[in-house]
């Protein structure tokens, strides 16, 4: 069965793209939501994704592997890629970019978005998280679980926001950009495309393009 066949036997559910521990999450965030996911794309034979708690979904828990996925398969269907790893979500991003207004996003029942955030395609936010007022969050971006992204803050394109991580207040980060596991951005700080915050980092001072920072930066 081709990509397009599993998919055009499910009317409603959200593809997930990728079938590791983060489509778990995503996968569990839906369902918790009281929205239906349609099955899980990955191209590992073992991926975690099971099928508990997805049995009474309309296709197989796995409807075909990445690598064969088209954006001409996609057309029409909500998908969400589950991918934790940000080079190859980029991959795969760039290569579905013709069916990028079917980018669906997920907002977990727990997670506090404010009424004046803008949330674009293609988002994942996890429970507990916080999204404040005025906050921009861009296509394909993360903000996991527990991460608090403050008032007037912008989340750039497939950047990932991870859980715990604090930003605050009119902070800026760029495409594919990684904020580790319990970080703290101050107020006011700028962070450049394809950057790594390390886990538990304190950023104190804006970073350039392509930087690692650790420790206190």
Known sequence: ???????????????????????????????????????????????????????????????????????RSLAGKPWLVCLGDLKLRRGLIDRLYAAEEDAASVVHPNAIVSEQAVIAGGVFVGPGAVINARARVLDHAIINSGAIVEHDCLI???????????????????????????????????????????????????????ATAVGVW
Do not use: W
């Not at 990509?3 to 079938?19: E, K, R, V, Y």
């Not at 991580?165 to 319990?182: I, P, Y």
């Open 156 to 210: 750039a394109e497939n950047a990932h926001i991870a859980p715990g991580a604090v930003l605050g207040g009119n902070v800026k980060v760029g495409n594919d950009t990684l904020v580790g596991l319990g970080s703290r951005v101050l107020p006011g700080v700028s962070i450049g495309r394809g950057c790594t915050v390390g886990a538990g980092t304190v950023v104190l001072k804006d970073l350039p393009d392509g």
């Open 1 to 71: 069965m081709t990509p397009s066949d599993a998919l055009n036997q499910c009317d409603t559910g959200i593809s997930l793209l990728g079938g590791g521990g983060h489509a778990l999450v995503v996968a569990d965030s839906l369902l918790s939501a009281g929205r239906s996911v349609a099955g899980f794309f990955d191209d590992a034979d073992d991926a975690a994704i099971g099928t508990p708690g997805l049995s009474g979904q309309c296709v197989p828990s796995k409807l075909g592997d990445l690598e064969s996925l088209t954006a």
